[in-house]
């Protein structure tokens, strides 16, 4: 993991390379593109490792098949290092000023040199390394051999920089196995252009007895948005990004302009945990809002299980289902959903999370399926309540 001195230099540095390039003239009809990661994190694994092997751009006007490399980094990243504002520059380019329609990431099959989070060299190209620290190769479906393509378009100006970030999330990325046993990559990611963005920050803490308070690392803060008119369940919560609080509780998102449920909170087998805490807040582009958050613990006796077994009939190569719990809370501006927990799993798997008592839904979803919804799940605490998802 970075320290906070080296992620602090990484943003120093990437903050001068954009000025500078901004300021300098490229000449002719060219204009520079800026590309960055960074991550939606998540708290269910201790690291998670993906290889960008090549970064292509298609431009307006191309032939389907005609794509630009830009860079050809070949780097094994560990996506939970990418939070907090830190970001892994993945390409510097020259292009001709147009607007582009689509950016492509190559996923490489063989890993850098370098090592990872328990100093031991890359085992595979693409992995995860669980709470146990068990290694899990990532395969890739067959049918993003020719690359994860991400339909947005930019625009390249003369003698200026485009900056873009791509928000990998890893939550929804990391598929856990099912029947086959292998765990799958199926890359979820976002394009934010910096002009439009903006950076919230605060820290998450819990109070002393004295009420004082006290920092919370590890807390998962994600910016939600939850519509009530939409007609398919699992549309009526989206996680726009998230991020992990440091060891000091501290964090960062970078987000679009919009209005937001910021939700907070420690789940998912890291003791003690702490009930997520949802606070609503509007942003602006081209700000720095300040949102902090004091949750409260909860006692081992207070937790309940909620579990349950994945299957679809007839699936697909690689199917899997989406799973969201998600509860109901009362905020200023009124009454919204929340997700608290998020997982991929195969068919044939299972899910498992420990929360506090309470009542839930359980909404899921799987390609060519109407959604699944479980509501009014109540949990009780030190007991195990089963809710199957099946298509």
Same mark, same amino acid.
Request: aromatic share 6%.
């Given at each position: 993991?970075?320290?906070?001195?080296?992620?602090?230099?990484?943003?120093?540095?990437?903050?001068?390379?954009?000025?500078?390039?901004?300021?300098?003239?490229?000449?002719?009809?060219?204009?520079?593109?800026?590309?960055?990661?960074?991550?939606?994190?998540?708290?269910?694994?201790?690291?998670?490792?993906?290889?960008?092997?090549?970064?292509?751009?298609?431009?307006?006007?191309?032939?389907?098949?005609?794509?630009?490399?830009?860079?050809?980094?070949?780097?094994?990243?560990?996506?939970?290092?990418?939070?907090?504002?830190?970001?892994?520059?993945?390409?510097?380019?020259?292009?001709?000023?147009?607007?582009?329609?689509?950016?492509?990431?190559?996923?490489?099959?063989?890993?850098?040199?370098?090592?990872?989070?328990?100093?031991?060299?890359?085992?595979?190209?693409?992995?995860?390394?669980?709470?146990?620290?068990?290694?899990?190769?990532?395969?890739?479906?067959?049918?993003?051999?020719?690359?994860?393509?991400?339909?947005?378009?930019?625009?390249?100006?003369?003698?200026?920089?485009?900056?873009?970030?791509?928000?990998?999330?890893?939550?929804?990325?990391?598929?856990?196995?099912?029947?086959?046993?292998?765990?799958?990559?199926?890359?979820?990611?976002?394009?934010?252009?910096?002009?439009? @963005? /903006?950076?919230?920050?605060?820290? $998450?803490?819990?109070?002393? +007895?004295? =009420? &004082?308070?006290? *920092?919370? #690392?590890?807390? %998962?803060?994600?910016?939600?948005?939850?519509?009530?008119? @939409? /007609?398919?369940?699992?549309?009526? $919560?989206?996680?726009?990004? +998230?991020? =992990? &609080?440091?060891? *000091?509780? #501290?964090?960062? %998102?970078?987000?679009?302009?919009?209005?937001?449920?910021?939700? /907070?909170?420690?789940?998912?087998? $890291?003791?003690?945990?702490? +009930?997520?805490?949802?606070?609503?807040?509007?942003?602006?582009?081209?700000?720095?809002?300040?949102?902090?958050?004091?949750?409260?613990?909860?006692?081992?006796?207070?937790?309940?299980?909620?579990?349950?077994?994945?299957?679809?009939?007839?699936?697909?190569?690689?199917?899997?289902?989406?799973?969201?719990?998600?509860?109901?809370?009362?905020?200023?501006?009124?009454?919204?959903?929340?997700?608290?927990?998020?997982?991929?799993?195969?068919?044939?798997?299972?899910?498992?999370?420990?929360?506090?008592?309470?009542?839930?839904?359980?909404?899921?979803?799987?390609?060519?399926?109407?959604?699944?919804?479980?509501?009014?799940?109540?949990?009780?605490?030190?007991?195990?309540?089963?809710?199957?998802?099946?298509?």
């Amino acid at each position: 993991m970075k320290t906070p001195l080296s992620k602090l230099k990484t943003l120093v540095a990437l903050a001068i390379l954009a000025a500078g390039f901004s300021a300098c003239g490229l000449g002719g009809d060219t204009g520079r593109l800026s590309l960055s990661l960074t991550d939606a994190a998540t708290d269910q694994y201790n690291a998670v490792y993906v290889t960008i092997r090549e970064v292509a751009v298609h431009a307006e006007g191309d032939m389907e098949d005609a794509w630009t490399v830009v860079s050809s980094p070949n780097k094994t990243v560990n996506l939970l290092d990418l939070v907090n504002g830190v970001r892994e520059q993945l390409a510097l380019a020259d292009l001709t000023a147009g607007h582009y329609t689509q950016l492509r990431l190559m996923i490489g099959e063989t890993a850098d040199g370098g090592v990872n989070i328990r100093s031991q060299a890359h085992p595979f190209a693409n992995y995860v390394i669980d709470d146990s620290n068990d290694y899990h190769e990532l395969k890739i479906p067959s049918g993003l051999q020719t690359g994860v393509k991400i339909v947005q378009g930019f625009d390249i100006n003369e003698n200026r920089t485009t900056e873009l970030i791509l928000d990998f999330d890893a939550s929804r990325s990391v598929v856990a196995a099912g029947r086959s046993g292998r765990y799958l990559l199926k890359p979820t990611i976002q394009v934010l252009g910096t002009e439009l @963005a /903006a950076i919230v920050s605060g820290t $998450v803490s819990t109070p002393a +007895a004295d =009420l &004082s308070p006290v *920092a919370v #690392a590890g807390a %998962l803060v994600s910016a939600q948005v939850y519509d009530a008119t @939409a /007609a398919d369940p699992k549309d009526r $919560v989206a996680v726009r990004t +998230a991020t =992990l &609080s440091d060891d *000091a509780g #501290a964090y960062k %998102l970078f987000i679009g302009a919009g209005s937001y449920n910021f939700v /907070a909170g420690r789940l998912g087998g $890291v003791e003690p945990a702490y +009930a997520p805490v949802a606070l609503p807040l509007t942003v602006e582009t081209d700000t720095m809002p300040t949102q902090d958050f004091s949750i409260e613990d909860v006692a081992e006796a207070d937790l309940g299980t909620l579990e349950g077994a994945v299957t679809i009939a007839s699936p697909a190569t690689d199917a899997y289902v989406t799973i969201s719990v998600r509860t109901t809370v009362t905020l200023t501006t009124g009454d919204a959903v929340i997700e608290i927990w998020t997982a991929n799993v195969q068919d044939g798997g299972t899910y498992s999370i420990k929360l506090p008592a309470g009542t839930y839904s359980v909404v899921a979803w799987t390609s060519g399926r109407p959604t699944f919804e479980a509501t009014g799940v109540a949990l009780t605490a030190n007991t195990t309540t089963s809710i199957p998802v099946s298509f």
